[in-house]
């Protein structure tokens, strides 16, 4: 619980009052954030890697319910490796990124341009198919290039149900971890 209320805070409260961090069961809390700018920024997203495990947030109404939330799709860290320097830009670069998913952004150092051995970028995925491990661009002259797909980061994967968002814990009959969490205004 303190480990939670340490990130948040850290994450998400460093410039405005605290976030209270309420635990309503095993892996599941209720966030109380009462700045209007914070709560509006954490609610931008519907989901959040908070050290590697994916939090789910959602606006808290009467009818909240911490059912565990499908996750089906993350944007994620991704490295091409062996790009060529003549695609080593940002049209390029996303062009080869949209057969991993949907480009959302290259990280600084690869905008840049400070390192070119890996170009890094962040990508929405779809996690309900196989992600590519190798890409093969051709240019107009015939030629081909293989370039290397790396993901960093990837949800946890429970290999009993299938779900992202949990792993199934040795030794233990299956049960469903939840890591849902909701913002509220300050009325719970």
């Not at 990130?7 to 009462?34: C, M, S």
């Not at 070119?116 to 190798?134: G, H, I, Q, S």
């Not at 290999?159 to 849902?180: D, I």
């Amino acid at each position: 619980m303190g480990r939670i209320i340490g990130v948040v805070n850290a994450l998400w409260a460093r410039n405005g009052p605290g976030i209270f961090v309420h635990n309503v069961d095993e892996g599941e809390f209720l966030l109380k954030v009462t700045n209007t700018k914070t709560r509006e920024f954490l609610l931008s997203r519907t989901c959040w890697n908070v050290a590697g495990f994916p939090m789910f947030v959602a606006p808290w109404s009467p009818d909240f319910t911490p059912d565990e939330a499908p996750l089906t799709q993350a944007v994620v860290p991704v490295e091409l490796m062996n790009v060529l320097y003549l695609l080593f830009n940002k049209e390029s670069l996303s062009r080869l990124a949209t057969t991993v998913g949907k480009p959302v952004s290259l990280y600084p150092e690869t905008e840049h341009k400070e390192n070119f051995k890996v170009a890094k970028l962040y990508v929405k995925v779809d996690l309900t198919k196989p992600l590519p491990r190798k890409i093969i661009y051709g240019f107009s002259n015939g030629k081909e290039t293989m370039i290397e797909v790396i993901y960093p980061w990837l949800p946890m994967k429970c290999e009993l149900c299938k779900k992202f968002g949990h792993l199934q814990e040795k030794g233990k009959t299956h049960k469903a971890r939840k890591r849902s969490v909701s913002p509220t205004s300050g009325n719970k």
